[in-house]
């Protein structure tokens, strides 16, 4: 099973830890920075895609991964849209409008604590 981890910061780096469990998963990355958390804490040794997801961007990187299920592991700065305020309802509302238009099963994964 190709699983593709949208994201790879905090939440994406534990999402990534527990993946790495299972030898039967290929897991592959994208996140639009050069050395995210995950990369930064040698969790995996980088990114497969540095791409910032859109809708625009979405089908290019699903072609590229083909993967059979996609994690939004995602805030604002995995998606490359920065800090300003307000980005946080923007990438909501992204994340809602990727799941919805993916032709892959899309499961969105929020942070609930923890470090």
Do not use: C, F, W
């Not at 099973?1 to 469990?21: D, N, S, Y």
């Not at 910032?52 to 996609?70: F, G, I, K, N, W």
């Amino acid at each position: 099973m190709r699983v593709l981890v949208i994201g790879a910061g905090r939440t994406g780096a534990q999402v990534l830890r527990q993946l790495q469990k299972n030898p039967d998963l290929t897991v592959l990355t994208v996140d639009p920075r050069e050395k995210p958390y995950a990369v930064q804490q040698g969790i995996i040794a980088g990114i497969d895609i540095h791409e910032a997801l859109t809708p625009l961007t979405l089908e290019y990187v699903l072609e590229r991964t083909r993967p059979d299920l996609a994690l939004l592991t995602t805030t604002t700065e995995d998606l490359g849209l920065g800090k300003a305020p307000g980005m946080d309802i923007l990438a909501g509302a992204l994340r809602e409008e990727l799941a919805a238009i993916a032709e892959v099963p899309v499961i969105s994964v929020a942070r609930t604590g923890g470090s």
